[in-house]
């Protein structure tokens, strides 16, 4: 089944910059809209960024200006550039798709949400 693998976290200084990466991998069909989402310590999971198939995108106003999300349809994968990066930033972030066409382990296919296994992002310095 596909699945979504998510890179580029680490420890950043406040006012440096971070790329995320997530890729698909599996017996994808298609991929439609996909977003970040982080978690930090003690709270909600909350959406940061979408952006769908023909590349129109959304963000939280919390990173607007900073933060630039951005996909390679042809290589599956889905990117997340933070600039200016505060401590508030610090989280776990999840890369998602939502409406993910793929096939199961029997063949058959189906629609599914999907979600990476995260990678924390911490801004400190």
């Known amino acids: 089944q596909v699945q979504l693998v998510e890179s580029g976290g680490g420890l950043v200084q406040p006012g440096g910059s971070l790329r995320l990466s997530c890729a698909a991998s599996?017996?994808?069909?298609?991929?439609?809209?996909m977003g970040w989402y982080r978690q930090a310590p003690g709270k909600e999971r909350e959406l940061v960024a979408t952006?769908?198939?023909?590349?129109?995108?959304n963000y939280a106003d919390s990173v607007k200006g900073r933060f630039t999300i951005s996909r390679d349809n042809a290589k599956n994968t889905v990117y997340l550039q933070m600039n200016s990066l505060k401590p508030e930033d610090t989280a776990v972030y999840y890369c998602?798709?939502?409406?993910?066409?793929?096939?199961?382990?029997?063949?058959?296919?189906?629609?599914?949400?999907?979600w990476g296994q995260g990678t924390l992002v911490t801004v400190s310095s």
């Open positions: 599996g017996s994808i069909l298609s991929i439609d809209a």
């Open positions: 998602n798709a939502p409406d993910v066409r793929e096939y199961n382990n029997y063949g058959t296919m189906r629609y599914r949400d999907v």
């Open positions: 952006i769908t198939r023909g590349g129109s995108t």
